[in-house]
């Protein structure tokens, strides 16, 4: 059987993918979850349709959705994911010896069972077996309009705007994250392809503005995700991710990181215009 | 007609434009040459069906292609382009007062003639109405075993080493360029994408570094290109690409680029890991 995956990145243009087969397809309370083999890019996971990961590219959503952040607060311990049930994010977070507690809050109980059973190579650190890592299966905003002065770094791994992520991209929710981080805590979130969503990026980076004092965005490039061009806002109560990064400890990082590294953990903040302008205050 | 436009980027993966209709096609000497009308990107050329420009897109690939050797060498006068009949680059050159003359050496006349007829916010340059723009249809490699000691810069705006553009990819190539170089002078060459094509940029890197003293990759984004992560070579006899970068002349540059900036400049050759592995001396 020739079977292609084809996701629209909008109306008019999308990616394609040669499938082999279907290793799980089926609906959570939340979202229809489906995991194929693709030939190109490995096993490859859709929520509601749009490819959340891929075993050949994940590695550069997840190096730059943690690296960032934790090599910028200068001794990062109390690690907050939401969403991120892939468990890729906590896999990074665990490469940091200093991190003593990583906690996944996602609110879809078959992402994580899903993601433990096919894959693996991402989800090897929340199956239970690490002590460091707690997993909340709960809402992300319930969960921490309960926490207060808790992290260090909280990471938003969320979907898109769309859904139950919705929340997520609100003056609101940022106001409840300020809150839950120390006083030099950093927030990362996702924040979409400045080629495709330049209205969800300024109406994000505006609200989160109204709450950070440093707010900044920076670039990776993700091969599967709308444009291949994606972004990530770095919100920050004191460290600046330029100013205050401590290269020697990032070149001295002692793990290997295929995407990151010292050098481009600078270049990702330089914007091209159009991106500059999307966000421009 | 719901008519759609499938590249493929490798055998198993590819991008999927709508289209609206074909505005041209026909067969040269060298190639299949397309140009159809899609919703999402614009018009859109094709070479042997791989997507060369759009009109939405192509701001990146000609701001990436110009700018970093016109704003590093510090008084570029004669520039030379070989390939690039969409007139593109030639477009971007000319935004640069100090540039004397500008030539255009392509193979393939039906590109220029049908890309002042159907693309002209790129051939806007090459029509013939700008004094300091000359046109050669030749052979790029034919034209430059011609020169010597003539240019400033040379962009190699080809195609995929496949095809015509095969001899562009190789050392006595690069031996020619370097002598029809000034002694300070530059060479950009388009080097294919580093997700895909890593075989590739080991050779073709290995091959400018038997010849020039100075060699540099950096990255820019294209969504309509394999894997959205595009590269270009940087060869220089005498100025490096960041430490002789003069960031005020390019911030103080007087025209608009959508794409490039001086910060971007010094960004593009921050490179992520598995690139610089790629092309790791």
Chains 1, 2 share one sequence.
């Not at 050949?56 to 991120?84: C, N, Q, S, W």
């Not at 209205?199 to 091969?223: C, D, H, W």
């Not at 600078?266 to 159009?274: D, K, V």
Request: hydrophobic share 40%; net charge negative; charged share 25%.
């Amino acid at each position: 059987m020739d079977l292609w995956y084809t996701e629209k990145h909008s109306e008019n243009v999308g990616i394609t993918l040669k499938a082999t087969r279907s290793l799980f397809s089926g609906k959570s309370e939340f979202q229809q979850l489906d995991i194929l083999e693709t030939v190109e890019y490995g096993r490859m996971m859709l929520l509601d349709g749009l490819v959340m990961v891929t075993e050949r590219d994940e590695f550069v959503y997840h190096d730059m959705i943690t690296h960032p952040a934790l090599f910028t607060h200068p001794a990062p311990k109390k690690v907050l994911v939401i969403g991120g049930g892939d468990g890729g994010t906590i896999r990074e977070i665990m490469k940091h010896p200093g991190v003593e507690l990583a906690v996944l809050c996602e609110i879809d109980g078959l992402v994580i069972e899903k993601s433990i059973e096919l894959l693996p190579s991402m989800a090897c650190e929340i199956d239970g077996r690490n002590p460091r890592v707690k997993l909340h299966v709960d809402d992300g905003i319930a969960y921490i309009r309960e926490h207060r002065d808790q992290f260090d770094v909280i990471l938003v791994d969320s979907t898109d705007p769309i859904g139950p992520a919705v929340g997520l991209f609100e003056e609101d929710f940022y106001r409840l994250v300020f809150a839950a981080l120390k006083e030099d805590g950093i927030m990362v979130a996702q924040s979409e392809s400045p080629f495709y969503h330049a209205e969800i990026q300024k109406s994000m980076y505006g609200n989160l503005r109204q709450v950070f004092p440093i707010v900044e965005m920076y670039q990776a490039f993700i091969p599967t995700y709308p444009s291949g061009l994606w972004s990530f806002a770095f919100a920050s109560k004191k460290y600046h991710p330029v100013r205050d990064f401590d290269r020697a400890r990032a070149k001295n990082r002692g793990f290997y990181t295929k995407y990151y590294n010292e050098e481009l953990h600078l270049g990702a903040f330089m914007l091209p215009t159009f991106a500059r302008e999307n966000i421009a205050g």
